[in-house]
């Protein structure tokens, strides 16, 4: 049923246009977004909206979402803070969890996570959506960055990633995220949207209320 119901929300980002509700109108509660009861972020930063990313690299939307939330953030004022949480919906989806967790560990996210994407989907020098997981080609990437890789893929299956991949895991299923990519806002409100550019859009719409209360 996860997996069906990841494949029409994918199926439905990559089919739907992006002025799929005018944009001038005004997001609706229960339509555009649901407010989460008792929500608050999986990391709250202090005297920061905290808007969460849900994504994991093999997800072909995900890296066709990427750029344009790299161009909405260039706008975003520096009270708002983007955390991204790796989704691990699928056993291919689990290793680049990991991957992620282990780059955030030993500091490389910011030389890493536009790096990991291109070669998925661009280079295919790594395994995408559907493939065989391969961890030990993934920690020889990461190599490329200034890492061991066996201390890489050591990490990647150690207590502490695990620990994070498990955490982060009952946190989207406590704010209901069914597919990637997703937003969250301030842990009070999930994002839903009939295409990417109208999800930043009501995202946008719900930082300003965070704001004001």
Not at 117 to 139: F, M, V
Not at 160 to 173: F, I, L, N, P
Request: glycine share 8%.
């Amino acid at each position: 049923m996860k997996r069906f119901l990841l494949s029409m929300f994918l199926v439905g980002l990559a089919t739907a246009p992006d002025t799929a509700r005018p944009q001038e109108s005004v997001p609706v509660a229960g339509e555009d977004y649901v407010v989460i009861e008792n929500g608050h972020p999986l990391d709250a930063v202090e005297g920061k909206i905290v808007v969460e990313e849900f994504f994991n690299y093999a997800c072909p939307a995900c890296n066709r979402f990427e750029p344009m939330l790299l161009t909405w953030l260039r706008d975003l004022p520096d009270d708002v803070q983007l955390m991204h949480i790796p989704a691990s919906f699928r056993p291919d989806f689990v290793p680049y969890a990991r991957a992620y967790y282990t780059a955030e560990m030993k500091g490389l996210i910011d030389k890493t996570h536009g790096a990991v994407y291109l070669a998925i989907h661009s280079t295919h020098q790594l395994p995408g959506e559907g493939e065989e997981p391969d961890e030990e080609r993934i920690a020889a990437f990461y190599a490329n960055y200034g890492v061991d890789a066996s201390n890489f893929l050591r990490s990647m299956r150690g207590f502490g990633v695990d620990s994070k991949v498990r955490r982060a895991t009952e946190y989207m299923k406590r704010v209901g995220i069914t597919g990637t990519p997703s937003l969250v806002v301030n842990g009070r409100y999930l994002v839903r949207a009939a295409s990417m550019g109208d999800m930043l859009r009501i995202a946008s719409y719900l930082i300003e209320q965070e704001r004001k209360s």
